[in-house]
């Protein structure tokens, strides 16, 4: 695929389109116009537009897009068509979250073996996928292709594991230890979930409502 | 506080500012220029003094900010220090996980209790915060002021279990289920963590690397 250079915005915004392009069509909805898509979103419909024209041409003036093969763009772009390959390494319990409850071929990623250190896991399956000690995983890097590594060890390992992780060729992490690893080499892409950015964003919002509801009493008491 | 309108960007770029001046201030950094600041979060100094103009004057011209004084700035505009509460509903491997590894406290949210239907669980304390059986919820919130409830329970009854709360006056809900509950009343403030926008992200990052890897081998062999 050509590749221009699109902002860090608009990538983030196409997993959404995703999600609502699922929902439409679980609901039956074949066609939508980029006014209909934005209003479901929040966006504006030439943001919508915009979006979609940094990577050509997707619908057709005054007919609005079909969904499903919208849908296949979208996942195209963000990848899920690739058959990227992952491991998860650590199964604690944000681990076994993960594996028990988010379905990772739903997003294209085959979820191929994990790794622990706790010898009651090792050699089990949960969900369909092996367990490995972690003595294992550098054999098991050298041996198979993995483009991305779920990393849910213990902070106090996080970065050990990483280095590892690294030196043997892993070059995608997806981040749950709260441990900062942007760049832990430029080669790497790190992305990390931060659940307190989310948490601190409901707080402020929930701030605000209790700001504006004191306000309102207090010009309602004058 | 008084309060004005502020972009959703600013208010998603704030918890990143705060993380940040938490680990300057670790690293003993007690000062940082809005260029400084910019560099270390992937932005430009003007967009971080605007989006700190949105709140008041935090600086002084030419000497940068105070990162103690900030921060503190940063965490009031977040609600941090509102003692807000929280309660937990559902302790699966997610809830789990965050009454494990979450630290609430860390970001002014107290954590009071949490709900189950699990027998074997109900009656206990995890991490010293007690687990309350389902059937006791009603009566909890009738009881108890909560300013979040934290999600976590099985996608099948999300909804169900959303509407009791909304039903007793919860007005945020933070949304660990997948299942999309974006406006189930006007009144609440919903916040979703959809872990799939962040793989899919990432997905996408290792799909233009290898397509760029691709391309440029191409351009080699030429």
């Given amino acids: 695929m050509k590749r221009v250079k699109v902002s860090n915005n608009v990538i983030r915004r196409l997993p959404r389109y995703l999600r609502k392009l699922d929902e439409l069509s679980e609901s039956g909805v074949d066609k939508i116009s980029s006014r209909q898509l934005a209003e479901l979103l929040g966006l504006t419909s030439s943001q919508v537009r915009?979006?979609?024209?940094?990577f050509g041409e997707f619908g057709q003036q005054g007919y609005g897009?079909?969904?499903?093969?919208?849908?296949?763009?979208?996942?195209?772009i963000l990848g899920m068509d690739r058959g990227f390959t992952a491991i998860l390494v650590g199964v604690g319990n944000i681990?076994?979250?993960?594996?028990?409850n988010f379905c990772f071929s739903d997003w294209g990623v085959n979820l191929t073996a994990a790794f622990d250190i706790k010898p009651a896991l090792i050699g089990t399956e949960y969900r369909?996928?092996?367990?490995?000690g972690m003595d294992e995983l550098e054999r098991y890097l050298a041996e198979h292709t993995v483009d991305v590594?779920?990393?849910?060890v213990p902070k106090t390992v996080a970065v050990s594991v990483t280095e590892t992780l690294t030196n043997r060729g892993i070059d995608?992490?997806?981040?749950?230890?709260?441990?900062?690893?942007?760049?832990?080499n430029s080669k790497?892409?790190?992305?990390?979930?931060?659940f307190s950015d989310s948490l601190l964003s409901l707080s402020y919002f929930v701030a605000e409502r209790r700001d504006e509801a004191a306000a309102k009493s207090a010009r309602e008491e004058k």
Avoid: K
């Avoid at 681990?95 to 028990?100: Q, V």
């Avoid at 590594?149 to 849910?152: K, R, S």
């Avoid at 995608?172 to 832990?184: D, G, H, M, S």
């Fill in 50 to 54: 915009q979006d979609f024209n940094c």
């Fill in 128 to 132: 369909g996928v092996r367990i490995y």
């Fill in 149 to 152: 590594a779920v990393l849910t």
């Fill in 172 to 184: 995608a992490i997806w981040n749950f230890t709260n441990v900062e690893l942007t760049e832990p």
């Fill in 65 to 76: 897009y079909n969904v499903a093969s919208l849908r296949e763009q979208i996942a195209g």
């Fill in 188 to 194: 790497t892409l790190v992305e990390n979930i931060h």
């Fill in 95 to 100: 681990g076994r979250a993960l594996m028990e």
